[in-house]
């Protein structure tokens, strides 16, 4: 077991997990995973092991036929399986918002209809909120939903869906202004949708199209896609929660957690980068000895170290003040801000110490390098992260005067 990144205080089954899961990474992931990303391949056999270890319940309540684990335990297996390949946490975190949204927000009958086959894997889930115009400004969302009778019918393009070509269930957020007169915040007049459709590209569902996969620099084999709606209906059943207006604060809600999810990525990159570097640079000679024994590569060995431990227990930090009931939107956004830019010194570190060789797609630490950059800015960019750390701390440390 390696000397960084340890957690303190962990019960006998959260410990059997994460062995269980960083086995499998070291054995099922990470020997396949800079071939499968040069290609852009799904790595379906990746996932269908992750779906038999039953990481697609992790956090479903047992009731319902998952493990019932808190977010601190699921936190930990992202880590571990960012480690191995950072897409395919990816795949996990999606399904996994979508399931919690659920799970905190959706009515009986929905948590009955969806849960049991997303903790199965059977259904794999998707979220959207952004549009091809507004980035980080979700309140200008201009996609809507309108009545009609015992349906809605959708319109509007959706960008950056995680999972949107494989998913099976996506959850929408538009915009609805039934029951929300004029001049209601835009943050009130939202809805979120549980609309299912086919896998696949091209029109899965009558009114739906998902058109084909964005090219990226990085974060490759997920597809990340588009989605078009045009007279796509949705039964009103299909209104998370039963009741419209609320869909701003669903999903806040299940991108607080994914904050935590990101940091957890940012920790597990940052990790394998360290790894990558500490051993190159055992092996490589420069001057009649190891790189390693020179002071200025020691420097950066114990920066990335010091990074890879601190990032680390912010991300649990944020991860078990959830799991408590309190209120963690601070505590995310930090770990998340944290690990994020750390991630992506560490790698660049590592990058260096590999020289020449960093450059070369034959080394795994070119594939960290272009990943990285995703971090700082899936789940609100760093400049976001900052607004909502300012704001949280004026309220804590509200001057009264």
């Known amino acids: ?24 990474v070291d054995k099922e992931i990470i020997p396949v995973a800079t071939g499968l ?32 684990e808190s977010l601190l335990t699921y936190a930990l297996c992202v880590e571990e399986i ?37 903790a199965a894997g059977e259904i794999r889930g998707a979220f959207s909120m952004s549009e091809p115009g507004l980035g980080s400004d979700v309140s200008a969302i201009t996609s809507k939903a309108v009545r009609d009778g015992d349906e809605y019918v959708l319109g509007g393009q959706k960008m950056w869906l995680t999972n949107g070509g494989t998913s099976s269930l996506v959850a929408v957020l538009v915009r609805s202004d039934e029951g929300h007169p004029e001049g209601t915040a ?48 949705v039964p009103a059943d299909r209104v998370l929660g039963g009741v419209t207006g609320r869909g701003f604060y669903q999903m806040m809600d299940g991108v607080e957690v994914g904050r935590v999810n990101v940091a957890a990525r940012g920790c597990g990159v940052a990790q ?6 500490v051993r190159y640079a055992q092996q490589r000679h420069t001057f009649g000895k190891p790189i390693a024994q020179h002071q200025a590569i020691q420097f950066k060995l114990a920066e990335m170290a010091t990074k890879v431990e601190a990032a680390h227990a912010m991300m649990v930090n944020a991860a078990r003040k959830k799991d408590s009931g309190e209120r963690n939107d601070l ?3 930090m770990a998340k801000y944290l690990a994020s830019e750390y991630c992506k010194e560490v790698v660049e570190d590592a990058f260096r110490i590999h020289g020449g060789y960093g450059f070369s797609k034959e080394y795994e630490i070119e594939r960290l390098y272009r990943e990285a950059p995703m971090l700082l800015i899936g789940e609100g960019t760093a400049e976001i992260q900052k607004m909502i750390i300012g704001r949280r701390l004026l309220e804590e440390y509200r001057f009264q005067g």
Do not use: C
């Not at 394998?272 to 570097?277: K, M, P, S, Y």
């Open 331 to 333: 505590e995310a956004g």
């Open 1 to 24: 077991m390696a000397r960084l990144a340890q957690t303190a205080g962990l019960t006998d089954v959260q410990q059997e997990i994460l062995s269980t899961v960083r086995d499998f």
């Open 272 to 277: 394998r980068a360290f790894e990558l570097g």
């Open 186 to 233: 835009p943050h009130k007049s939202m809805t979120t949708f549980l609309v299912e459709k086919e896998p696949g590209f091209g029109e899965v569902r009558p009114g739906l199209t998902i058109p084909g996969k964005i090219d990226k620099m990085g974060y490759k084999g997920v597809d990340t896609t588009e989605l078009i709606m045009d007279g796509l209906r």
């Open 37 to 68: 990303e040069h290609r852009d391949e799904y790595p379906q056999a990746i996932v269908d092991g992750l779906r038999e270890l039953g990481l697609f319940g992790l956090m479903i309540p047992e009731e319902y036929g998952g493990l019932g």
């Open 82 to 118: 960012a480690r191995g390949w950072m897409s395919v946490s990816g795949i996990i975190n999606t399904h996994f918002i979508v399931a919690y949204m659920l799970k905190q927000h959706g009515t009986r009958e929905q948590k009955e209809y969806f849960l049991p086959r997303m």
